[in-house]
């Protein structure tokens, strides 16, 4: 069986990790699901107009497990060798692996931006489509249809076998807690690390409601930094259909943080099971 991959993004294309190394990134934007990056360009392209933004890219076949703790490895792997602390980015299942490499590792983490991630961070894309399954006596291509008019709203019949055919993909090759015998469900993750959480207004996926629970999770706790935005549309990849809004409120909210003391970070304990 061959190990999970491992590439590392700068914007304009793939680079070697020497190379990305020399820039020193501050934002690391996570992709988890490598057949949905292309919904993470256009905000990457916007931020890189303004800050140093690298992708890491976590990759495994079809004969590999699904394994959170494994992608976990690897992330820390990369973000050790950085001298300062980062700004992590991540949508859906990479907005879940950064939330729990910031609960492990918070000495490694500037900050935290969640793109659709609700205060119950396994409620993604995938959980939903086998919520389906498993309650309609249905299909996989129809329930895929109605998944992308749920995602995407209403789409020409090229665009939705197009859209099918990256769902299709993204449940066949990425890493998911989820699976037509088992759908993972977590309990809120109290990261110590600033956070900032986005969503939108019309997301069936992960609701204003799942969002603006991280606030009130947080009512009672002053010591961590805590904002909400809620973009006007754009359902579950609203970062894609708003990239400069979206990019807006992630730069005003680095710039709202305490300036970094670009002091070395501690070598941090390997990720426990």
């Keep these: ?18 190379s990305v190394m020399s820039n020193l990134p501050d934002v ?4 988890a699901n490598p057949n949905l990056k292309g919904f993470d360009r256009p905000l990457l392209k916007s931020l890189s107009e303004q800050v140093t933004i690298a992708q890491w890219e976590y990759c495994q076949t ?7 703790e494994v992608a976990l490895e690897l992330l820390h792997d990369y973000l050790q060798q950085l001298v300062s602390p980062i700004h992590l980015v991540g949508h859906g299942t990479s907005g879940l692996l950064g939330l729990l490499y910031a609960q492990h590792y918070p000495e490694r983490v500037r900050s935290l931006t969640l793109l659709s991630v609700g205060i119950y961070p ?12 498993q309650s309609l006596p249905l299909c996989r291509q129809i329930i895929l249809t109605q998944m992308v008019h749920d995602l995407f709203g209403f789409q020409s019949t090229a665009i939705t076998q197009a859209l099918m ?10 890493l998911s807690g989820h699976s037509l015998f088992r759908r993972m469900d977590l309990l809120p993750i ?16 992960v609701n204003p409601h799942h969002l603006g629970s991280w606030q009130q999770y947080f009512r009672e706790d002053s010591s961590v930094s805590v904002r909400l935005w809620i973009c006007s549309g754009g359902r579950y990849f609203f ?10 409120q992630m730069l005003d909210f680095w ?5 970094s003391t670009k002091q070395p970070v501690s070598e941090a304990l390997s990720v426990s099971a």
Excluded: N
Excluded at 1 to 15: R, T, V
Excluded at 122 to 128: E, K
Excluded at 190 to 205: A, E
């Design 239 to 248: 970062h894609y259909f708003y990239p400069q809004q979206t990019a807006e």
């Design 122 to 133: 396994a409620q993604d894309w995938q959980d939903r489509y086998y919520s389906h399954r």
């Design 1 to 18: 069986m061959s190990q999970p991959g491992l590439s590392i993004f700068s914007w304009g294309g793939l680079e070697d990790q020497k």
């Design 255 to 259: 710039a709202s943080l305490p300036p």
């Design 62 to 68: 079809q004969d590999e497990p699904s394994s959170l």
């Design 28 to 31: 690391l934007c996570l992709s």
């Design 190 to 205: 109290r990261p110590t690390v600033p956070l900032l959480v986005c969503g939108s207004v019309d997301d069936v996926v």
């Design 165 to 174: 055919k990256i769902l299709e993909q993204d449940l066949d090759h990425s």
